[in-house]
């Protein structure tokens, strides 16, 4: 089965601490990315990566740090750097070919609380 | 970038059919409209995507008219599960890339009996 996979599903950290979010996809996509969703608004995209050991600044990038060591798997660390960082944490890839290559594939996303 | 409008919330009733517009005035020549849906603490899925004319699948079509100006979901005899928020994106993702795709806060479809 094909898909994208986050863990853990709710995610409580202490103000202050750097947190790990997980992201792994086995669908062999080239490009992955971050989103951040806060209540009753849409998705801000935080980082993207194109490809291996390469990735891009979104727009609210601030506070956040990635790495993209393997193809499968793209890690984003909310740093104690990050205001306000309780929020909905989406990923999401893309790549393919034929009409996928047109489509973001999002995983069920993972829910940060930050007190 | 394309800026879009939708509705911010819509109500209907099971079995009805929904038409949900979005508006897009600056839409480039290279763009495609694409609708996800999402459903409360979960990720937004694909659910149609077109270019022109009307594109059909197995749970919604796509109307756009010839100037592409506007674009309009329709949801067939729409069930309670159908509760969701439908987001419009239009871009060209093949040369600028998903991220250049933005997601507003999208229209808030509520189903009832």
């Known amino acids: 089965d094909g898909g994208i996979t986050q863990s853990p599903k709710y995610l409580f950290r202490k103000e202050g601490q750097n947190v790990t979010l997980s992201c792994e996809q086995n669908?062999?996509?080239?490009?992955m990315y971050w989103y951040r969703q806060d209540p009753g608004q849409g998705l801000r995209l935080i980082y993207y990566s194109q490809i291996v050991n390469d990735f891009q600044k979104g727009d609210i990038a601030e506070g956040y740090s990635v790495s993209r060591e393997k193809k499968e798997s793209f890690p984003l660390t909310v740093t104690s750097a990050q205001k306000n960082p309780t929020a909905f944490y989406l990923c999401?890839?893309?790549?393919?070919?034929?009409?996928?290559?047109?489509?973001?594939?999002f995983g069920p996303g993972t829910r940060l609380t930050v007190t | 970038l394309a800026k879009t409008t939708q509705p911010i919330s819509m109500d209907s009733y099971e079995g009805q059919e929904v038409n949900i517009t979005c508006s897009h005035n600056?839409?480039?020549?290279?763009?495609?409209i694409t609708w996800y849906q999402q459903f409360p603490s979960q990720g937004p899925r694909f659910i149609i995507q077109?270019?022109?004319t009307k594109v059909t699948n197995e749970v919604a079509s796509l109307f756009i008219p010839a100037d592409r100006k506007s674009s309009t979901l329709s949801l067939p005899r729409v069930s309670l599960s159908d509760t969701a928020v439908y987001y419009c994106?239009?871009?060209?993702?093949?040369?600028?890339?998903?991220?250049?795709?933005?997601f507003g806060t999208g229209t808030r479809l509520l189903v009832s009996p």
């Open positions: 669908l062999n996509h080239d490009a």
């Open positions: 077109g270019y022109k």
């Open positions: 999401a890839s893309s790549g393919g070919s034929g009409t996928s290559r047109r489509k973001q594939y």
């Open positions: 600056n839409i480039a020549t290279n763009d495609y």
């Open positions: 994106l239009v871009g060209d993702f093949m040369n600028t890339g998903f991220q250049k795709l933005v």
